[in-house]
């Protein structure tokens, strides 16, 4: 399969978000969706994140439980189990 068409622009079509996953280790294991420009993270422990990655690349603030940003994290929450359908 070649990422040409990726890499010069004329992809007819790419996905606009991914699903990253972490368990077993130092860090709790969590579910992230990234979609332009926002990334949610749920972890195991119940916490939450959402971050703006346009206005804040280095994720320092976590937005989540900002009441603007609410459908924004619910929209991805959905999509979350979307993509991992048996997140908890």
Request: net charge negative; no cysteine; hydrophobic share 35%.
């Amino acid at each position: 399969m070649s990422m040409l068409h990726l890499l010069d622009g004329t992809a007819s079509s790419w996905r606009s978000d991914f699903l990253e996953e972490h368990w077993n280790g130092t860090i709790p294991t969590y579910a992230e969706v990234r979609g332009i420009p926002w990334k949610y993270n749920e972890y195991d422990t119940a916490e939450r994140e959402l971050y703006d990655e346009s206005s804040d690349p280095f994720e320092l603030t976590n937005v989540v439980n900002d009441p603007g940003n609410a459908s924004v994290a619910a929209g991805l929450a959905v999509r979350l189990r979307e993509l991992r359908p048996d997140w908890p």
